[in-house]
């Protein structure tokens, strides 16, 4: 049976397919009634669910074709982050961001508007410039940057098409130094500006007691006790206790963005290694410190269902079904224990404490309370997909039908 990352969910899927050619993958999508796309399983929802057809393109071509003059990968759709970020690198550039794990697929990850950190970041899914899919048809639509849908077309969540191939922007590659500071209190939250812009990218994990910052940076830190904090006096995991092993190189020695950008090594098994269940709510990043006072507030109740949670910043982009669509937010994700009678519960709480700060959810992971669709997605998967090939519970509730 195949399921996703952390087993909650068995995928129903009459077939499998894995095609290894673009001849093959549209001929599958023309036969088939009912088609979705699978990247890594890294979703805990049934977002990429289906009961008709799977297409998994992990065995097609590998496309990585750098364009140095324009600062351009056009890169196939299975790719996963750290075989991209290899390539690119040795080429001399970079992505202006990472996940914090590198083991997922691109198609995947940008469909669902998956995110890094920064104040200046915004979701992985805008530095895609170009990409292209198969339409319900077998037909290959390629779309770039300014075209009519095409930014509704990137974070799509399969409901257009299987994606073939995307075109990322590049910048010129980078250093950075990783930092673990220890001891943060809710009481400097005060700070919490000043916190989030210590770094290129910046996060706090937290069980709503104990406070890590984990800091990214292109130059030297030389604080002393910022913000009351502490520096680690040895590499950490982001749960407490765990040993730092699969984890990127922290103490502040500068290294290549790739391998300081995700908090987890591609080399070794990622986070909890799917023991572990998440939810993810997006708020305007003006509500920032006052819902995380409500967080804190409530921690002795989300506890018992918690691993650890994750507070960093995005930037706002234009596209249609971005969780950060027209505002600069803050993201606070929960890495929960695999148990779902006492996770739910969790969830629940967590919900209405954020209800009046305007959460968005993270697509990929769990939640109970659905956003409206924009208007303007609504129109283009009735244009592009009228008779819903693909199309499935989670993709049906998300259009009201």
């Known amino acids: 049976m195949l399921t996703n990352w952390a087993g909650n969910t068995a995928f129903r899927a009459r077939a499998v397919h894995r095609p290894v050619s673009l001849d093959e993958l549209r001929g599958m999508v023309a036969a088939s009634d009912r088609v979705r796309a699978l990247g890594s399983g890294h979703s805990f929802n049934d977002v990429a669910d289906s009961t008709g057809d799977l297409v998994v393109l992990n065995r097609m071509p590998a496309t990585i074709e750098i364009d140095s003059a324009a600062r351009k990968v056009r890169v196939a759709a299975g790719t996963t982050y750290a075989r991209l970020a290899e390539a690119v690198h040795a080429a001399g550039f970079a992505l202006e961001n990472m996940a914090s794990l590198p083991h997922i697929s691109i198609a995947g990850s940008v469909a669902t508007g998956t995110h890094g950190s920064g104040d200046a970041n915004r979701c992985l899914a805008a530095a895609v410039s170009g990409l292209e899919l198969v339409t319900a048809d077998g037909s290959l639509l390629s779309l770039s940057r300014g075209d009519a849908g095409f930014a509704g077309a990137v974070v799509s969540l399969g409901a257009l098409g299987v994606v073939h191939t995307l075109t990322l922007d590049l910048v010129p590659a980078f250093e950075l130094r990783q930092y673990v500071r220890e001891g943060l209190t809710p009481d400097a939250l005060d700070g919490f500006d000043d916190i989030m812009a210590g770094g290129y990218s910046v996060s706090l994990f937290t069980d709503w007691r104990d406070t890590r910052i984990w800091l990214k940076r292109r130059d030297e830190f030389t604080g002393d006790s910022w913000h009351g904090t502490r520096p680690a006096p040895a590499p950490r995991h982001p749960l407490a206790g765990m040993p730092a092993d699969a984890c990127t190189t922290q103490l502040g020695v500068p290294g290549p963005w790739h391998e300081r950008l995700p908090h987890f090594r591609p080399d070794a098994p990622p986070s909890g290694a799917g023991d572990e269940l998440l939810s993810e709510f997006l708020l305007p990043r003006a ?109 049906r509730l998300l259009l009201g039908e």
């Open 287 to 395: 509500h920032a410190v006052a819902a995380l006072r409500e967080l804190y507030a409530v921690g002795d109740r989300v506890r018992p269902a918690l691993q650890i949670s994750e507070v960093r910043t995005i930037a706002a982009d234009d596209l249609w079904l971005s969780p950060f669509r027209d505002r600069d937010s803050v993201g606070v994700h929960f890495t929960w224990i695999r148990d779902v009678a006492t996770v739910l519960p969790a969830i629940d709480l967590v919900e209405r404490t954020l209800a009046p700060f305007e959460p968005r959810p993270h697509w990929g992971k769990l939640f109970t309370r659905r956003p409206a669709c924009p208007g303007d997605f609504r129109e283009l998967a009735g244009r592009l997909d009228p008779a819903g090939k693909f199309a499935n519970d989670f993709v």
